[in-house]
């Protein structure tokens, strides 16, 4: 165990750890250390190789490895710490444990810390696919690597399971590659990503979107030879018989959602949300652990990197504040789902500081008010021509609206 004593120690090095530990320094942070188990710092980005990131960040439309490149430059400028091919092992309330190939197991102690470890995507086993286990099955994200930054083609034929926003991108990318993909089935009536991927990746490129569809069958012993796809009733979600087709390909991608990143968090004893499976936060980005932060994806799954960066850069800041013992203090309240709201993050708020409420929508609505409450008053009201669970909203309140209130609800009527 070192001596050194961080002001911040960040877990992960993807996009929201990078912006995390630039919020850090910029909040007056002096040591700050990055611990990531890839060989590089960027994280998923790496891999993203299309653009459409950093609009609302840099004012400019750059693929996945040029923004995290922007961040990876203000890291090293700020002279923040870094230690590469390291596994965490354990995160406590003011250590975290890894182990690497120079250091072996080491001990860093940290007087704040920060989850920043991503998600994961749902594999096979996860949504119970039948079939037998051959060649040709792969996650999008995992088809996404091979393909962007192994030089590796996955398939010639395929079928996409799921219309989340990494499913419809590696729709386009295996089209823009030469290969055939058949249709996107969508177990939901309403599409999983957002509606630009949708447009953008699908509709441009003469993709099918089966909704209310779903994979029944996977055909072929040794490679995939092709799947059976059926119909699903609205209401069940269960395959309507009668309504199977065979779809003969080679490759079936999977995008049917993304898990928060969470053991470490969960053995630490930081409480997560049933609904998000990440850590519960207030706006601060702070756990219940108190010297123990949390943002991006870990969190809960942000549609946009931007709103990661920006999420991020305030845990970093905060969790500065945390170890300078300036972080504000005071009886939290908690945010509440009302009406076709699936969840809010933060789930509490400290009433004495400015807040931002993120929230998703439980079902695609048209016509809508988003109204928030205080108790029982009105402190916000907001028309919108439709609300998607795959895209996140965003409210503010301030002090002087909630002030007094036991909770603050969100609705969507």
């Known amino acids: ?111 704040s810390i920060i989850l920043a470890m991503g998600c994961r ?74 509606t630009r991927n949708r447009v953008q990746c699908l509709e441009d490129f003469g993709i099918p979107l089966l909704l209310s569809h779903t994979v029944v069958e996977i055909k072929g012993n040794k490679r995939v030879e092709g799947v059976v796809i059926a119909k699903v009733d609205p209401a069940t979600k269960k395959p309507i018989a009668g309504t199977e087709k065979l779809y003969e390909c080679d490759t079936l991608l999977l995008s049917c959602g993304l898990i928060p990143e969470n053991e470490l968090s969960k053995a630490a004893g930081v409480k997560l949300s049933r609904i998000t499976s990440g850590p519960e936060v207030n706006q601060f980005m702070q756990t219940n652990l108190g010297s123990v932060f949390a943002c991006g994806n870990v969190v809960h799954v942000n549609d946009l990197a931007d709103n990661v960066s920006e999420e991020s850069e305030r845990a970093g ?38 807040a931002s409420l993120f929230f998703r929508a439980a079902a695609p609505q048209k016509n809508v008010t988003v109204k928030v409450f ?17 895209e996140m909203e965003k409210v503010a309140v301030k002090p002087e609206d909630i002030a007094g209130a036991e909770a603050v609800t969100i609705q969507v009527l």
């Open 1 to 111: 165990m070192s001596n050194k004593i961080y002001d911040v120690i960040i877990v992960g090095g993807g996009p929201a750890g990078l912006a995390a530990a630039v919020g850090a320094k910029e909040a007056g942070a002096k040591d700050v250390l990055i611990v990531e188990r890839d060989v590089t710092l960027g994280g998923i980005l790496e891999q993203c190789i299309h653009p459409g990131f950093g609009l609302k960040t840099f004012g400019e439309e750059l693929t996945g490895p040029e923004y995290a490149h922007r961040y990876i430059e203000k890291v090293l400028a700020l002279g923040v710490e870094y230690k590469l091919e390291t596994m965490v092992l354990e995160v406590g309330k003011d250590t975290v444990t890894g182990i690497n190939s120079k250091d072996g197991l080491f001990i860093a102690k940290g007087k």
């Open 121 to 194: 995507e749902r594999t096979r086993g996860a949504i119970m696919t039948p079939g037998t286990r051959p060649a040709g099955v792969y996650t999008a994200g995992a088809a996404q690597r091979l393909v962007n930054r192994q030089n590796m083609m996955v398939g010639k034929r395929v079928v996409i399971l799921g219309s989340g926003d990494i499913g419809m991108i590696m729709a386009r990318r295996m089209t823009l590659e030469g290969a055939k993909v058949l249709a996107v089935a969508e177990l939901m009536d309403y599409t999983a990503g957002l």
């Open 317 to 354: 800041k905060y969790a500065a504040l945390y170890a300078a013992g300036k972080l504000p203090a005071g009886k939290e309240i908690p945010t509440i789902t009302g009406s076709n709201v699936r969840y809010i993050c933060p789930q509490r708020i400290n009433p004495n500081e400015p």
């Open 374 to 390: 205080a108790g029982d008053k009105e402190i916000y009201s907001k028309k919108l021509i439709k609300i998607n669970p795959g």
